[in-house]
């Protein structure tokens, strides 16, 4: 057993590198983990051993082979709880059927309600269980998933696989994003504060997400009005902004309309385009990758001031339009007013299949804000777990 210098874990010799990432290195043996090392060189492409300075490429072979290395002693749990619901499934099949079931319904906010149906059930009756709880949703809306793929609503509980105690998904679908709509936009609309307060506004902001099957989620970039201007393109990186432009990209600084005062903030999203969206992976060295998938895009509010709450603008709300017909919205739905920030809304495609779909979180923030956002991060990132459940 031994303790890596990084994480200050004690580990098995196994869970260490068999030998250096470079032939450059001078020291002989890695006393970092693998996992450490993993993230190390993903994020700042140089040997994580100490006093070694040694820069290495995320694609070379050694960090490859460490990868593997760690997949071999990573215990897939979802593989288990499959065979496991698959077995239940076949008993209850051999059975005739029949038997009560307890399923545990989640959101991605950790809402959790458990229902018991008889198995012989159609999966229908399980969205009439959700109803009863979230009574402000629309059926039709409503997607549940089972270890990632997608119940539907003529099929048994038995025969989707079921079990008592399993954990099904519940996600509230605004807009499923058919192969039709070539480009939508997302667009944030607020009424404006009475008296003097009217200059106040709300920031808006896209926070991307690299979550492959097997690693944990990696944020990427904000996407937000700076992106737009000169000076925010420098600090973003011009060769960011531009692998974003022909995917997501946020329409500029917020619209004023003075007859109805009122303001509205957008993006411009093409759907079509999402599947071949390639983003930089840690700190940019030029041309240098790695180039991940973009797997999540959150879509976040914030209030420009940090003494105000979202509830002092009028009828706050998300919008979906077709561009092809901008005065008709798809979809839409109000924003949570008792909070300073929120994430409005998650656009995916849950469990890597069919179309991208934007996805109702309505997540408040206590904290955080267009300037130091840092602590939204690993909400966005929990949520994505919540998900895979």
């Known amino acids: ?44 492409y140089q040997c994580p051993v100490d006093g070694c300075s040694t820069m290495i490429d995320a694609d070379t072979t050694p960090l490859w082979e460490c990868k593997a290395k760690l997949k071999q002693l990573t215990f897939d749990y979802s593989d288990r709880e499959r065979a496991q619901a698959a077995e239940a499934a076949a008993a209850v099949s051999a059975s005739g ?16 309600l458990v229902v018991e ?37 003529s099929q048994s509980l038995a025969s989707a696989g079921l079990s008592s105690g399993c954990r099904v998904q519940v996600l509230f679908v605004l807009q499923e994003l ?31 997400f690299s979550a492959l099957p097997g690693s944990a989620p990696k944020f990427l970039h904000c996407i937000d009005f700076r992106t737009q201007r000169q000076q925010g393109r420098h600090e973003i990186g011009a060769a960011i902004s531009r692998i974003y432009d022909d995917f997501v990209r946020h329409d500029g600084e917020s619209r004023k309309s003075m007859p109805d005062r009122s303001s509205e903030s957008s993006f411009t999203v093409w759907p079509q385009n999402l599947d071949r969206l390639r983003a930089p992976s840690g700190k940019i060295r030029g041309p240098r990758g790695p180039f991940v ?55 995916n495609k849950p469990g890597g299949r069919g179309a991208w779909q934007v996805t109702d979180v309505g997540q408040p923030l206590a904290e955080g804000s267009i300037r130091d956002y840092k602590s939204v991060w690993q909400i966005c990132a929990d949520i994505i777990d919540k998900q895979r459940l």
């Open 293 to 347: 998938p973009v797997t999540h895009l959150f879509f976040v509010v914030f209030t420009f001031r940090d003494d105000t709450n979202i509830s002092v603008f009028r009828n706050p709300q998300l919008k979906v339009f077709d561009q092809r017909d901008p005065q008709t919205p798809l979809c839409s739905t109000n924003l949570n007013p008792r909070a300073k920030g929120l994430i409005v809304c998650l656009l």
């Open 178 to 208: 058919t192969p039709d709509l070539t480009e939508v936009r997302m667009c944030m609309s607020w009424g404006w504060p009475g008296g003097k307060d009217h200059y106040n506004y709300l920031d808006t902001a896209c926070f991307t």
């Open 1 to 44: 057993v031994m303790e890596c210098q990084l994480c200050h874990k004690k580990k098995l010799t196994s869970e260490y590198p068999s030998n250096p990432l470079s032939e450059a290195c001078e020291h002989h043996h890695l006393l970092v983990c693998l996992r450490c090392v993993i993230k190390e060189v993903e994020d700042n």
């Open 97 to 112: 059927g029949a038997g009560l079931l307890k399923v545990n319904l989640t959101t991605l906010l950790g809402e959790s």
């Open 117 to 153: 149906l008889d198995s012989s059930q159609p999966v229908d009756k399980l969205k009439d269980r959700v109803l009863q709880q979230w009574t402000d949703r629309s059926k039709n809306k409503i997607k549940l998933l089972f270890h990632g793929d997608e119940l539907t609503d």
